[in-house]
Every structure is written in C-alpha cells, then in structure tokens.
T-cell receptor, first 113, second 114 residues
Framework: AQTVTQSQPEMSVQEAETVTLSCTYD???????LFWYKQPPSRQMILVIR??????QNATENRFSVNFQKAAKSFSLKISDSQLGDAAMYFC??????????FGQGTRLTINP | DTAVSQTPKYLVTQMGNDKSIKCEQN?????MYWYKQDSKKFLKIMFS???????INETVPNRFSPKSPDKAHLNLHINSLELGDSAVYFC?????????????FGNGTRLTVT
C-alpha cells in the first residue's frame, strides 16, 4: 500500500523568508500524482500545488514551488517570501489510478512576524 | 456560490444517537467523497461515489451509511454513535473518476460524541 510521510510535525519561519516542507512517499507505480494541500485554522482544505509524476519539470504556483525527486520518492514544498496568511497545516498527498488520496500526517507551519 | 457545502458545521450528540451530515456540490463533478480527520489531524478516505455509484468503501463500520440521491449530493448517516466517531468529516468532489483531478473540499463538520 502506498504511504506518505511528513517527517516534520512543526516548522516555523520568519515572515518574508523561505521555508521548505519535506514529504516522502512509497509506491511501486510509475505514473501517479502528488499534491500539497493547506489547512488554515478555518479548517478548509485548499489545494496549493499539484505534480504529475511523468512530468520532470517541477510545478510552480506563484510563491509555492516543489522539488520533485522521483527516484528518491521525495516531494518537498518551498514557500518563498512567507506571509502571515501562509500559517496553516500543510498536507502532502498521493493519488494513483483509483483516485484515493493518501495523506501524510501534516506539518504545522508557523509564520513569525 | 460555495462549491462544496456541507451541513451542519458542528454537531454535538450523545452516544447511541443517529445523525446525518449532508453534502452538496455545484461544480458539476461526477465523483464525491467522504474523508475523516481524526484528533491528530490524520485524514483518511471513507467512501467514494461516482455518478451515484459506490466506488470505494474503506473498511468503515457498517454503522456508517453513505447515500447519494444524485451526483451533486452525498450524505453520510451514522447509527449508534460511539465516542471514537468524534472527528472532523470532510466531503469532497472531483471532476470524474480516475482522472486524478484535484479534490475540492467542503469546510468540514466537527462531530463531537459525548
């Protein structure tokens, strides 16, 4: 079964600085999708970024980018120019074929003003 | 114009009661889901429906019964509630089954069983 691991339960960063959240996963498949979701205190799950495994180019969405290392099964999220509104739980997730999102344990990100 | 809406937002009830959570999406999506987020924030899929048909049932106790009257609605009924059912339940939808399109989540229902 596929598993997703986020080894950092908590991270903190100074406002305007850059932070990287780690995620590793385990799969024997070659074609799959990876996601980062954000859950602010409002509880809503918001898609941050999506990566297709067959694409070598790392996905980017404004201040959010990923470092996708397929051989290492690593999918980290980099947040540049951190803002107070970025404070949230961040979840890494994996999906393949059956469209059953498998989530990591989450990383709580705190932004220090 | 909320995309995925679920009601109620909060639900407090006693052990042994039966309760329902409703979910509706106005995105025209074919596929809907129920996820459970436990007290440690871990999210796990419970059910998935595609065009009103049950696709995924992840070893959930049969006290939980989803119902999809049409593809825009997926309700969750829980019988004989137990303390361990306390969690946040998220409804979600995606474009269609198997396309790996992103899920759109509702705001969650916090269920507290006392």
């Amino acid at each position: 079964a596929q598993t997703v691991t986020q080894s950092q339960p908590e991270m903190s960063v100074q406002e305007a600085e850059t932070v990287t959240l780690s995620c590793t996963y385990d799969t024997s498949e070659s074609d799959y999708y990876l996601f980062w979701y954000k859950q602010p205190p409002s509880r809503q799950m918001i898609l941050v970024i999506r990566q297709e495994a067959y694409k070598q180019q790392n996905a980017t969405e404004n201040r959010f980018s990923v470092n996708f290392q397929k051989a290492a099964k690593s999918f980290s999220l980099k947040i540049s120019d951190s803002q107070l509104g970025d404070a949230a739980m961040y979840f890494c997730a994996y999906s393949q074929g059956a469209q059953k999102l498998v989530f990591g344990q989450g990383t709580r990100l705190t932004i220090n003003p | 114009d909320t995309a995925v809406s679920q009601t109620p937002k909060y639900l407090v009830t006693q052990m042994g009661n039966d309760k329902s959570i409703k979910c509706e999406q106005n995105l025209g999506h074919d596929t809907m889901y129920w996820y459970k987020q436990d007290s440690k924030k871990f999210l796990k899929i419970m059910f998935s429906y595609n065009n009103k048909e049950l696709i995924i049932n992840e070893t959930v106790p049969n006290r939980f019964s989803p119902k999809s009257p049409d593809k825009a609605h997926l309700n969750l009924h829980i019988n004989s509630l137990e303390l361990g059912d306390s969690a946040v339940y998220f409804c979600a939808s995606s474009l269609t089954w198997g396309d790996n399109s992103p899920l759109h989540f509702g705001n969650g229902t916090r269920l507290t069983v006392t």
